[in-house]
Structure formats: structure tokens, C-alpha cells
């Protein structure tokens, strides 16, 4: 009768463990192919307000004032669907000035790859956003920036600031 060595039941043992670890995750997205579940998060992340010497994101400037931002959140699916939330998005002792809605550009690769549709932000800098826009095939660092009256050549909030 043979019976395995130590170092052979090692080796099947790290096959196996392996095997174990990498087969979830190659069927939990098959990014290689193209081929997304519906509605996997890409982004789930926090929105911050954008102050005027800020990071110029993707050839996005800040806006020209100070914001501030109570609550926010930017949520992005593989299928491209937006979901922005903003609560007390405002310039401090302001308000909301000239803004009167919002857009949200979702950037990938650091480059803008897609802006919703305006949405209004009311006096309070409150607003719901749920849009749509293209994504590639591969975003890598996805963000999302938050538009002035739909000018995608400005941000006054963004994730990961």
C-alpha cells in the first residue's frame, strides 16, 4: 500500500485551497470578459465638498467657492445606473448661491466617462439624484464628481477628496 508523503499532501491540500479561494471571486464578476452581474457596486463611497484650491480631478476643476456638504453619498453599478444623495450641500453662510440643480460625472481611468441629467438642488442643498450614464469595460479609481447647474467643467463635491 502507498501512502502520500507530507510535502504531496501538502501541495493537494494548497491545490485545494486555492481552488477554494479563487473560484468565488471568478464567478462573482468576470470583469476579463465584459460580463457584469446586474447592478454589482463599483463605488460606495462618501461625497465631500469641494474648496476652491482643490484637486483638479480628471481635468475637472473645483468650483470657484467653498462648499460644504452635511451628508452625501455616490453609489455606481457596473450597468452604469448613478445614485448621488446630498444633504446640506451648500457655501457656508451662502447657501446654494446660484445653484439651482446638479449633475453627477462619473470618472474612470482618470478620465470623465459619463454625466446625468440635472437634477434640482433645493435652498437647503438637498437633492436625490438617480442616473444613468456608459461605463467601459474596465474602471479603474472610479469617482464620482457633483456638477453646478450641469457644467461637467466643474465639481462642488466629490468622493475620495
Do not use: F, Q
Not at 461625497?47 to 456638504?69: F, N, Q
Amino acid at each position: 500500500m502507498h501512502r502520500p508523503t507530507r510535502s504531496a499532501a501538502l501541495v493537494a491540500g494548497a491545490v485545494l485551497g486555492l481552488t477554494t479561494l479563487v473560484a468565488p471571486t471568478a464567478s462573482a464578476s468576470d470583469s476579463s470578459s465584459g460580463h457584469h452581474r446586474s447592478g454589482h457596486t463599483i463605488l460606495r463611497a462618501h461625497l465631500e465638498g469641494s474648496m476652491p484650491d482643490g484637486p483638479v480631478i480628471a481635468m475637472v476643476g473645483p468650483g470657484g467657492r467653498p462648499w460644504v456638504i452635511d451628508e452625501g453619498m455616490a453609489r455606481v453599478r457596473s450597468d452604469g445606473r448613478v445614485r448621488v444623495r446630498v444633504e446640506g450641500l451648500v457655501i457656508p453662510g451662502v447657501g446654494t448661491g446660484p445653484v439651482k440643480t446638479i449633475s453627477a460625472s462619473v470618472v474612470c481611468n482618470n478620465m470623465v466617462v459619463g454625466t446625468t441629467k440635472s437634477v434640482p438642488l433645493d435652498t437647503d442643498g438637498d437633492a436625490r439624484l438617480d442616473g444613468k450614464v456608459w461605463l467601459p469595460k474596465y474602471c479603474h479609481m472610479p469617482r464620482v464628481l457633483v456638477n453646478p447647474n450641469g457644467n461637467p467643467g466643474a465639481y462642488i463635491a466629490a468622493t475620495g477628496l
